[in-house]
């Protein structure tokens, strides 16, 4: 616009009357334009580049896809459990409050509440035991650091943070992930409009199953707890506040935010493990609270809960770092006495978590025996004096059956040292 009233006004100062006239002068002083691409034509002002196309991001309309989620349930068969092993009940249903209890094959408890106060929406809450209380002295600051790196990612299995991102916005899910002193918690809140339960459970499930754990989302979870704690003597409030618990818990770190040095002390793989060794089946607890139906919340539990099975081997990953508990896998590993004991049965050890079912359990309990009639309990004496009849049963157990210097097999065996009760 701006050119074009220079070029009227140019026009009048030079009593211009015809077209071309007007034309001429317009190509003169839009030269950069018109002749632009031509080996006469100026060096334009601005900077000239290619447009290059760049591709749209996918938005996935699942995070698991009907055939894999059929794989699954045809592997891993999931199941309700009896809750109460004394009555055999597999649900719980309180009339008094609304509230049903189930509990999966893989170990994982599920509570949920039908409440239409607000319609057509839900909430749902994983509890994981443990929190910043389990952090050891050689990681302080490693669980909450860690819980931030894998809220910093965003990622989960194939998918990028801008997909998880975009498949949350267009589901209307609400996701929040944070750690305390005493558990870590992941609230998901989520609309009943479009699958919106579906989507929920999906994304808990791949959190559970497919998490990523990224370099420059660890990166930056430092930085945040770096600058949170230097930032601390700037406010009265939250130096009184750091100060008082420091001094009432001892300098215990695991109360207050990481140091700097903590910080600078912890690697991506120990914060991972960190948090990672807390979701154990038994540690774990989801509670969901909606407008849905039963029939709806039912399924996706046993779909998406039921079909996790990071959470059976996560006690199993963590234990193999200890030593005493390779110390009990390598027991009668070369005994004469259990010749069916071979590297195998260590090797092959991940496998048989995952192959077995709940009825292989109550299989291998019936033939453990562990009836009335078959257990028994160890009594220590503690005194100066002790009767007779006590040592002539001692002796008499040393020499059951006549069998001298052969490793014990059976109930005892334990490699590992039991309090006696």
Same mark, same amino acid.
Request: charge should be negative.
């Given at each position: 616009?701006?050119?074009?009233?220079?070029?009227?006004?140019?026009?009048?100062?030079?009593?211009?009357?015809?077209?071309?006239?007007?034309?001429?002068?317009?190509?003169?002083?839009?030269?950069?334009?018109?002749?632009?691409?031509?080996?006469?034509?100026?060096?334009?002002?601005?900077?000239?580049?290619?447009?290059?196309?760049?591709?749209?991001?996918?938005?996935?309309?699942?995070?698991?896809?009907?055939?894999?989620?059929?794989?699954?349930?045809?592997?891993?068969?999931?199941?309700?459990?009896?809750?109460?092993?004394?009555?055999?009940?597999?649900?719980?249903?309180?009339?008094?409050?609304?509230?049903?209890?189930?509990?999966?094959?893989?170990?994982?408890?599920?509570?949920?509440?039908?409440?239409?106060?607000?319609?057509?929406?839900?909430?749902?809450?994983?509890?994981?035991?443990?929190?910043?209380?389990?952090?050891?002295?050689?990681?302080?600051?490693?669980?909450? &650091? #860690?819980?931030?790196?894998?809220?910093?990612?965003?990622?989960?299995?194939?998918?990028?943070?801008?997909?998880?991102?975009?498949?949350?916005?267009?589901?209307?899910?609400?996701?929040?992930?944070?750690?305390?002193?005493?558990?870590?918690?992941?609230?998901?809140?989520?609309?009943?409009?479009?699958?919106?339960?579906?989507?929920?459970?999906?994304?808990?499930?791949?959190?559970?199953?497919?998490?990523?754990?990224?370099?420059?989302?660890?990166?930056?979870?430092?930085?945040?707890?770096?600058?949170?704690?230097?930032?601390?003597?700037?406010?009265?409030?939250?130096?009184?506040?750091?100060?008082?618990?420091?001094?009432?818990?001892?300098?215990?770190?695991?109360?207050?935010?990481?140091?700097?040095?903590?910080?600078?002390?912890?690697?991506?793989?120990? &914060?991972?493990?960190?948090?990672?060794?807390?979701?154990?089946?038994?540690?774990?607890? &989801?509670?969901?609270?909606?407008?849905?139906?039963?029939?709806? &919340?039912?399924?996706?539990?046993?779909?998406?809960?039921?079909?996790?099975?990071?959470?059976?081997?996560?006690?199993?990953?963590?234990?193999?770092?200890?030593?005493?508990?390779?110390?009990?896998?390598?027991?009668?590993?070369?005994?004469?006495?259990?010749?069916?004991?071979?590297?195998?049965?260590?090797?092959?050890?991940?496998?048989?978590?995952?192959?077995?079912?709940?009825?292989?359990?109550?299989?291998?309990?019936?033939?453990?025996?562990?009836?009335?009639?078959?257990?028994?309990?160890?009594?220590?004496?503690?005194?100066?004096?002790?009767?007779?009849?006590?040592?002539?049963?001692?002796?008499?157990?040393?020499?059951?059956?006549?069998?001298?210097?052969?490793?014990?097999?059976?109930? #005892?065996?334990?490699?590992?040292?039991?309090?006696?009760?």
């Amino acid at each position: 616009m701006v050119l074009m009233k220079r070029i009227f006004l140019s026009a009048l100062h030079f009593r211009i009357n015809t077209r071309y006239q007007v034309s001429s002068i317009g190509a003169e002083m839009l030269e950069f334009l018109s002749d632009y691409g031509k080996p006469s034509a100026p060096c334009p002002a601005a900077i000239q580049r290619k447009y290059i196309w760049m591709e749209s991001l996918e938005i996935p309309k699942a995070l698991i896809s009907a055939e894999q989620l059929r794989e699954l349930k045809s592997h891993l068969r999931p199941s309700f459990i009896p809750i109460d092993q004394e009555n055999r009940l597999i649900k719980i249903c309180d009339e008094d409050t609304g509230i049903i209890m189930w509990r999966l094959s893989n170990g994982i408890p599920v509570n949920y509440r039908i409440s239409k106060s607000e319609a057509n929406s839900g909430v749902m809450r994983l509890i994981v035991g443990g929190g910043r209380a389990a952090e050891t002295a050689e990681a302080m600051g490693a669980v909450i &650091v #860690g819980v931030r790196t894998l809220s910093e990612g965003g990622c989960v299995g194939n998918f990028t943070r801008e997909q998880v991102e975009l498949f949350c916005v267009n589901h209307l899910i609400n996701c929040s992930l944070e750690s305390t002193e005493e558990f870590i918690s992941m609230e998901i809140r989520f609309t009943l409009r479009d699958d919106g339960m579906r989507a929920a459970f999906q994304l808990l499930h791949m959190v559970l199953e497919q998490s990523v754990w990224l370099d420059d989302a660890f990166d930056r979870a430092k930085q945040f707890y770096l600058s949170y704690y230097r930032s601390i003597p700037k406010s009265i409030e939250r130096a009184t506040a750091h100060k008082l618990i420091v001094d009432m818990l001892n300098e215990d770190e695991r109360f207050v935010e990481p140091t700097p040095h903590s910080l600078q002390q912890l690697t991506l793989e120990q &914060v991972k493990d960190a948090v990672m060794s807390q979701f154990v089946c038994d540690n774990m607890e &989801v509670s969901i609270v909606g407008d849905f139906s039963e029939e709806d &919340v039912e399924s996706c539990i046993l779909e998406y809960l039921g079909t996790a099975r990071r959470t059976l081997l996560m006690r199993h990953e963590a234990e193999i770092k200890s030593n005493t508990y390779w110390l009990g896998l390598m027991a009668h590993l070369q005994a004469t006495s259990v010749p069916s004991k071979d590297i195998s049965c260590i090797k092959d050890l991940i496998s048989l978590y995952e192959a077995a079912t709940v009825e292989d359990v109550y299989t291998a309990y019936e033939q453990l025996q562990i009836d009335e009639n078959s257990l028994y309990s160890c009594i220590g004496i503690v005194g100066a004096h002790v009767g007779e009849s006590v040592e002539a049963s001692l002796i008499e157990e040393e020499s059951v059956e006549g069998l001298h210097n052969v490793i014990p097999i059976g109930r #005892g065996s334990s490699t590992v040292t039991r309090p006696t009760m």
